[in-house]
């Protein structure tokens, strides 16, 4: 019981990672103004915002809360969109790009509505969460209808496998960039959890994944940062010599 209600605190961990990410981020939007980090700024204060509402849930705090996981619900997938949207921007021309992020925006505006005004079993939904913080989320995901989920699981799909995809394209087409490896592990290991959570009624791994995923795509970032520094570095030392 007790490691049980220790994995329930995992999410609030997450949501200190995702903001302080989404605060770099945002800083290099600043410095920089490029449409990819405004997308995966905006996709971070998501995920910071999800994986807070994750722990609001947590029986030693607010409970099983109905409108609190309706939100949750409808901001969770649109933020796995938002990171693909932004690697597409990073790797494709403009006319591809606008049309990823136009279809994300699209869906996104969708979930929003159908969630938000679909209602809700409130008796299911609290006995769900009896089962446990995670069994309680997938049981609850499970309650909104096929018509409301799709929306969700497009999103995840098309966001997660652009994302991981498109850090691959970009290892592969230059094997110096090695942070784009800690980017594909940053999304394959919250697809799987997301994997976990709906076909096998999730566990407290879940969590797990969810954190990890933040934490590889946080490094990404950092190393990232830090291979542009050295590259306009190596740039300005070879104008200088010339």
Do not use: C
Request: proline residues 2%.
């Amino acid at each position: 019981m007790a490691r049980f209600a220790l994995a329930n605190y995992i999410p609030l961990l997450t949501t200190a990672v995702a903001f302080v990410f989404s605060l770099l981020l945002a800083r290099q939007y600043m410095q920089r103004h490029k449409v990819h980090q405004l997308l995966w700024t905006v996709a971070m204060v998501l995920y910071g915002i999800t994986s807070l509402m994750e722990f609001l849930m947590n029986p030693d705090v607010m409970g099983a809360n109905l409108s609190l996981f309706m939100v949750y619900y409808v901001l969770s997938a649109p933020l796995v969109g938002l990171l693909g949207a932004g690697v597409v921007y990073l790797l494709a021309n403009r006319t591809l790009s606008r049309i990823f992020l136009g279809f994300v925006v699209v869906f996104s505006l969708a979930l929003i509505v159908a969630g938000l005004s679909t209602s809700l079993s409130s008796s299911a939904f609290v006995t769900g969460f009896n089962a446990g913080l995670v069994q309680g989320i997938s049981s609850a995901s499970n309650l909104y209808p096929m018509t409301v989920r799709a929306f969700a699981i497009v999103l995840n799909i098309v966001g997660g496998l652009a994302l991981i995809l498109g850090a691959l394209y970009s290892f592969v087409r230059d094997m110096s960039r090695t942070y784009n490896l800690f980017i594909v592990l940053g999304g394959v290991l919250p697809m799987a959890g997301g994997a976990s959570l709906g076909f096998a009624g999730g566990n407290d791994l879940y969590f797990l994944l969810e954190l990890g995923g933040t934490v590889f795509l946080f490094l990404g970032f950092l190393l990232s940062a830090r291979y542009i520094t050295k590259r306009e570095a190596a740039k300005v030392a070879a104008t200088s010599t010339t």
